[in-house]
C-alpha cells in the first residue's frame, strides 16, 4: 500500500496543511515552560493525567472521564480503529476525506466502505446511513467540517447515522472552531458516538502533538486499553492543561481566519477559470480550468506553497489552500493571478 505522503518544497508562504498561522504566544510558552523545568523530568507522567483531563472536559462541561488525551487527534482515530476494527469488518467514510482513516482501516484489515459526497461536496446523509445500518459495520467515521472540502454535516444528521449503525461513530471535528458546529451535546442520547479535537488548528500547537477524544465513559475505558500509556509527555500534557482555557484568545484567531476565508473566497469567485467551494474549515477547496499542476507549481515559483488534491476522488481539479495572515493570503492570491495571467 502507499504510506501518508507530503511534497514539502521550501517556500516562503506556506498554505498546504492547515496549520494556524498565529504561534503560541510567548507569555504563554514561557509560563508552559516555567512549569516543565519545575516538573521531574526523570519520571513518568502521571499513569492517569488527571489534571488535563479535568481541564479539557470542564470546556465541554463534561468529567474527566469522557476525556481521553493523545500525541495529536490521528493517534487517538487510530486508536478507536484499534478498539473496534478486526479483519473484515465493515468501515464506512465519506469520500474525498483524510486520507488517514482508509489506511489505518487497511492496516487494521477492513473491508472500506466510501460513501462519495454529493455534486456540490456535501454530504450524502440518506447514502451514509443506509451503508452504516449493515450487519458488518464496526466503525464510521466523519470529518466535520471535512478536509479537503470544507463542507460540513448537521448533527441531525450524523444522529441518524449512530442510530442507523451497531458500531461507533467518530466525529472528527480538527476543523470545529472555523464552523462552530459540535456533537458533542449529542453523547447523553447516542453513547456509541466518539468525538476528536486536536491543538493543531485554532489552537496553533500542530508542533506539540496534541489532540484529545471526548466519549461515553464506558466507550473511553474500552479505547484507553489500547492506548499506549503514557502517551503524552509532560510538556504537552501542562500546555494542554494551559492552552485549553484560552477561549478568549481561541476565537479571537478564529473569527480572524473566518474573516478571512470569506475574502478569499469572494476573491476566488471572481477570478476566470476558477470555482472556489464555500468552506467551514480554515482552508477553502478551489477548482481551475487550467491543469492543476500547472497552477501548483507556477505557485511554487512564485514562493506560495498550497495543496494538491487532484488525487481525490472527485477532485480531479481540486487544490485546497490554508487561510492564512492576510499577507499571506495576499501573497497567494496575487500569485495565482499572476499564474492565471501567464
Known amino acids: 500500500m502507499s504510506g501518508y505522503t507530503l511534497v514539502q518544497p521550501d517556500c516562503p508562504v506556506k498554505l498546504n496543511q492547515n496549520e494556524c498561522p498565529f504561534d503560541v504566544p510567548e507569555e504563554l510558552k514561557r509560563e508552559i515552560v516555567d512549569e ?11 499513569f492517569v493525567p488527571l489534571e488535563t483531563k479535568t481541564a479539557i472536559g470542564q470546556r465541554h462541561g463534561l468529567g474527566p472521564e469522557h476525556i ?21 469488518d465493515r468501515v464506512v467514510l465519506p469520500a474525498p476525506t ?4 482508509a489506511l489505518v482501516g487497511r492496516i487494521a484489515g477492513a473491508e472500506i466502505r466510501t460513501v462519495h459526497l454529493n455534486r456540490d461536496l456535501s454530504f450524502d446523509v440518506d447514502r451514509l446511513e443506509e451503508e452504516s445500518a449493515h450487519q458488518d459495520v464496526r466503525l464510521v ?124 473566497f469572494e476573491t476566488l469567485w471572481d477570478l476566470p477559470g476558477i470555482l472556489p467551494y464555500p468552506s467551514h474549515a480554515n482552508f477553502v477547496l478551489f477548482e481551475a480550468e ?20 487532484s488525487r481525490y476522488p472527485m ?8 487561510i492564512g495572515l492576510p499577507e499571506e493570503n495576499d501573497a497567494f492570491l496575487d500569485a495565482l493571478q499572476k499564474v492565471l495571467a501567464a
Open 36 to 46: 516543565a523545568l519545575a516538573s521531574n523530568w526523570g519520571r513518568y507522567p502521571g
Open 141 to 264: 467515521v466523519l470529518c466535520s467540517p471535512n478536509n479537503p472540502t470544507g463542507s460540513m454535516i448537521a448533527p441531525e444528521d450524523t444522529a441518524r447515522i449512530a442510530e442507523a449503525t451497531r458500531g461507533l461513530v467518530v466525529v472528527d471535528e480538527a476543523y470545529f472552531e472555523f464552523g462552530g458546529v459540535s456533537c458533542i451535546d449529542l453523547l447523553d442520547r447516542h453513547p456509541n458516538l466518539v468525538i476528536t479535537r486536536t491543538f493543531s488548528k485554532a489552537l496553533g500547537a500542530a508542533g506539540l502533538r496534541l489532540g484529545y477524544l471526548v466519549a461515553d465513559p464506558a466507550v473511553a475505558r474500552e479505547i484507553e486499553k489500547v492506548k499506549l500509556p503514557y502517551n503524552v509527555n509532560i510538556i504537552s500534557l501542562i500546555a494542554a492543561r494551559k492552552l485549553i482555557a484560552q477561549e478568549a484568545l481561541i476565537e479571537e484567531r478564529a473569527a480572524l481566519i473566518r474573516s478571512e476565508r470569506q475574502r478569499v
Open 290 to 309: 487550467r491543469p492543476v499542476s500547472e497552477i501548483f507549481h507556477g505557485l511554487i515559483e512564485r514562493g506560495v506553497l498550497i495543496r494538491d488534491v
Open 98 to 101: 483524510f486520507t488517514l482513516y
Open 68 to 88: 481521553l488525551i493523545g500525541n495529536g487527534s490521528n493517534e487517538l482515530i487510530q486508536s478507536v480503529f484499534n478498539t473496534s476494527v478486526s479483519q473484515g
Open 315 to 322: 477532485l480531479e481539479r481540486g487544490m485546497r489552500v490554508t
